[in-house]
């Protein structure tokens, strides 16, 4: 079975890289608080280290605060998103479709190492895996990058990290638990 490619412009396969992440993200606002209320205590003792330290400041965190969190991220994401389909400026784009794409792994190894469902899981597996995979392919059979350049451009997606750390920060002063 082949894909027919000409279905979806890239342009548009680009711009849904919002809705994808967004689809995510909405699974992990509507489940998290629920979800950190009635397992913290267990992972908690299951979480080593830094990453437990983590989870710890995490363990009262309300769905609205982690939606300031993903709105903060959103907002970042269209003009990174824009600057791809209109500049062919990539180098942001591939970088943080990158970590969404290393994001789902993390879900799976979670899920994986607790034994149990943890937010984020099934949609980073049934919309997010499926679409990285193949806005890479697209990508590259369109040549529009190389694989050297999304090896390349891959570490430029790690500044999501302060920026997702940010969003918290301001999801817990703008709404206080």
Same mark, same amino acid.
Request: proline fraction near 4%; avoid cysteine; charge should be neutral.
């Given at each position: ?10 342009? %548009? ?18 489940? #998290?608080?629920?979800?950190m @209320? ?8 299951? #979480? !080593? ?5 983590? *989870? ?9 605060? /982690? ?11 269209? !003009?990174? +998103? ?10 942001? /784009?591939?970088? #943080?479709?990158? &970590?969404?794409?290393?994001?789902? /792994? +993390?879900?799976?190894?979670? %899920?994986?190492?607790? @034994?149990?469902? +943890?937010?984020? &899981? ?5 919309? #997010?895996? !499926?679409?990285?995979?193949?806005l /890479?392919?697209? *990508? ?7 694989? @050297? ?5 891959? !570490?430029?997606?790690l ?14 002063i703008?709404?206080?638990?």
């Amino acid at each position: 079975m082949t894909i027919d490619d000409s279905i979806i412009t890239m342009s %548009s396969l680009i711009w849904l890289f919002l809705a994808a992440f967004m689809i995510h993200d909405f699974e992990e606002i509507i489940v #998290v608080e629920s979800w950190m @209320k009635k397992n913290y205590q267990r992972i908690h003792k299951l #979480v !080593p280290g830094p990453i437990g330290r983590i *989870m710890s400041g995490m363990s009262d965190i309300k769905s609205s605060q /982690f939606a300031v969190a993903v709105f903060i991220e959103f907002i970042f994401f269209i !003009p990174v +998103t824009y600057l791809a389909v209109e500049h062919h400026n990539y180098i942001l /784009f591939v970088g #943080v479709n990158a &970590v969404l794409l290393i994001h789902v /792994f +993390t879900h799976l190894g979670q %899920s994986i190492y607790l @034994k149990s469902y +943890t937010p984020g &899981v099934i949609t980073g597996l049934i919309v #997010v895996l !499926p679409y990285s995979l193949y806005l /890479f392919y697209r *990508m590259l059979n369109e040549e529009l990058v190389s694989m @050297k350049e999304i090896l390349l451009y891959s !570490p430029s997606g790690l500044i999501l990290i302060p920026l997702v750390m940010l969003g918290h920060k301001v999801g817990k002063i703008v709404i206080r638990g």
